[in-house]
């Protein structure tokens, strides 16, 4: 697993992490605006895909759905596999009380 995609309007923390990650070797792709990475989305140029729990333009889950359904349709027309791991950042506090 080599390349990665940050997607996050965060871009404090979405540098830092890119940093953080290519000084150990993977090579990362950093879009800010989810609706542009939307657009030009690729399943399988990416291994993981990083995506911000909560942006200002759309939810992280919804967000995920829409890429899973491009990489289905990619899928459908080509006989290879378009899967893609995607993780989910967030800088929220949980707080869980027993």
């Keep these: ?36 990475m939307e657009r030009n989305f690729k399943p399988e140029d990416y291994d993981l895909v990083l995506i911000g729990f909560r942006t200002s333009v759309i939810d992280g889950f919804d967000l995920y759905n829409n890429l899973y359904e491009m990489s289905k349709k990619v899928q459908q027309n080509t006989s290879s596999s378009n899967d893609f791991r995607v993780c989910f950042m967030t800088a929220s506090k949980i707080n869980y009380f027993i």
């Design 1 to 36: 697993m080599k390349n990665i995609l940050i997607v996050d309007d965060d871009v404090d923390t979405s540098l830092r992490y890119k940093k953080w990650l290519e000084d150990e070797g993977f090579i990362l792709t950093l879009i800010n605006d989810p609706y542009i």
